[in-house]
């Protein structure tokens, strides 16, 4: 967090921004759907494409902003498994700027001390972006600072699925099949980001009010952010302003603030409910 100050105009929009984020109250985990980049391309009267070459920066401004935050994890959303549907061109596109996105971020990464993982089926990828990939997560692996999760042909059904699938699996080789009951805690523990906190703040751009299979177990309880800005013109100061916003928020995940709950002790019998 100082470092990340430090690099920033003092007095500036983007410093005042960061002074005003409390580092004690971090979101453990953020979660980014990335979209609009077709729509950012058309008003430009570009090709889709263009709007996806385009959402590259923004990746890697993201990713460095969240690290030096000290963010723990940060999971986007770059393909989902109903993207397939897309003309096979812009598919194409898409994994030869992923394979681009990890040469150019490989440095990157080593120097933020950043892990990279992928969640979803990635072994349906083509055969070029999945070495790329392995290659990638496997020089990353003993990195200790930020998990940085790309979704890719992900899907939050899917994963749950596979998730039960891979819990049957491994009682069938235990041999407690039988006994086999399922838990929050064991579905979580066999999930694509198993041992990773669940996200604290999810961000969607483009204001479309949509979770679209997103990672649907684990932001039971996230924070959700919607911004206008279409993701190529995501910038810097746009993620800090969500984790300001998120600090702002009054989590109470289903309870009450401790003054509310105060508040309502014994309050039942002054309305007219007996006590039973
Ligand atoms: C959604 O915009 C975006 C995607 C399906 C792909 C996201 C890809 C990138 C940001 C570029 C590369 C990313 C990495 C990790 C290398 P959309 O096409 O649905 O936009 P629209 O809703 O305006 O059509």
Known sequence: MRDLLEDLKPGGQEWRT???????????????????????????????????????????????????????????????VENWKRPRAEVETLWRLLRIYLKLEMPRLMRHNIRLGAIGRVESLPPEARRELALVIDQTAGNKGMRLNLAINYGGRAEIVDAVNRAIAAARSDGTLDQLQFT?????????????PDPDLLIRTSGEMRISNFLLWQIAYA??????????????????????????????????????????????????????
């Not at 984020?21 to 889709?48: E, F, Q, S, T």
């Not at 929050?184 to 990773?196: D, F, I, K, M």
Request: glycine letters at 8%.
């Open 18 to 80: 960061a002074e005003a984020i409390d580092p004690a109250r971090l979101p453990a985990h953020i979660a980014i759907i990335m979209d609009g980049n077709g729509r950012w391309a058309r008003m430009r009267g570009l090709p889709r494409v263009a709007g996806h070459k385009a959402g590259i920066e923004p990746v890697r401004v993201a990713v460095e902003t969240c690290a030096r935050l000290g963010i723990e994890s940060l999971t986007l959303y770059a393909f989902s």
């Open 184 to 196: 929050e805690q064991s579905v979580s523990a066999h999930l694509y980001t198993a041992g990773q």
């Open 223 to 276: 924070e959700l952010y919607v911004t206008e800005t279409l993701w190529p013109d995501f910038k810097r100061l746009d993620l800090l302003n969500a984790v300001l916003e998120y600090q702002k928020r009054d989590r109470r995940f289903g309870g009450l603030t401790k003054a509310a709950s105060e508040e309502e002790e014994n309050v039942a019998e002054t309305i007219g409910v007996p006590s039973a």
